[in-house]
Antibody, heavy 117, light 110 residues
Framework: EVQLVESGGGLVQPGGSLKLSCAASGFTFSGSTLHWVRQASGKGLEWVGR??????????AYAASVKGRFTISRDDSKNTAYLQMNSLKIEDTAVYYC????????WGQGTLVTVSS | QSVLTQPPSASGTPGQRLTISCSGS????????VNWYQHLPGTAPKLLIYDNNQRPSGVPDRFSGSKSGTSASLAISGLQSEDEADYYC???????????FGGGTKLTVL
């Protein structure tokens, strides 16, 4: 069974940093693309970015709203993907989901990030 | 404002057939495939349709997808109360070099 478990969410002040983790199991993690998607309260889903597999040179892509502030990485030896978030803004407050596969065929339950002073 | 346009809400009665539209442009739906996701608040979103009209294993055949030009549609036949959820379309956008979602459609089963 495919499982994705996000962790690392919490309360952080504007301008601060936070690193989220996405622990995966039940599929060939090293060969899969990993995405991060967020949802602010009362809003729709917003794609944050993705990282491809080693075979695809760990290519990353980001939404314009987070480019230059967020970085996605992965450790295939730990079956874990990460989302490093710097220079956080109030508008980054959301539930953050990780999803696997080019089609986002499996998702985690999400972790809440609150940016507030 | 989302790159892909969906109606914010839709409603139907049990047993009814209903469609949800998703309008995009030549840089996304016009040249890339469309996926649909079902999301119940507080839960993990679920892939419902991929590659415009393909159903993952376990998704009932009551759900179907189609695409024409720069628009796509999700059809749900034999509507059930358990179908009450938010539905999102998504496609890669070559101009933005990113995945774009529709704003979501909240489906109510009356």
């Amino acid at each position: 069974e495919v499982q994705l478990v996000e962790s690392g969410g919490g309360l952080v002040q504007p301008g601060g940093s936070l690193k989220l983790s996405c622990a995966a199991s039940g599929f060939t993690f090293s060969g899969s693309t990993l995405h991060w998607v967020r949802q602010a309260s009362g809003k729709g889903l917003e794609w944050v970015g993705r990282i491809k597999s080693k075979a695809n040179r760990f290519a990353t892509a980001y939404a314009a709203s987070v480019k230059g502030r967020f970085t996605i990485s992965r450790d295939d030896s730990k079956n874990t993907a990460y989302l490093q978030m710097n220079s956080l803004k109030i508008e980054d407050t959301a539930v953050y989901y990780c999803g696997s596969g080019g089609d986002l065929d499996s998702w985690g339950q999400g972790t809440l990030v609150t940016v507030s002073s | 404002q989302s790159v892909l346009t969906q109606p914010p809400s839709a409603s139907g009665t049990p047993g009814q057939r209903l469609t949800i539209s998703c309008s995009g442009s030549s840089s996304n739906i016009g040249i890339n495939t469309v996926n649909w996701y079902q999301h119940l608040p507080g839960t993990a979103p679920k892939l419902l349709i991929y590659d415009n009209n393909q159903r993952p294993s376990g998704v009932p055949d009551r759900f179907s997808g189609s695409k024409s030009g720069t628009s796509a549609s999700l059809a749900i036949s034999g509507l059930q109360s358990e179908d009450e959820a938010d539905y999102y379309c998504a496609a890669w956008d070559n101009s933005l070099n990113g995945l774009v979602f529709g704003g979501g459609t909240k489906l109510t089963v009356l």
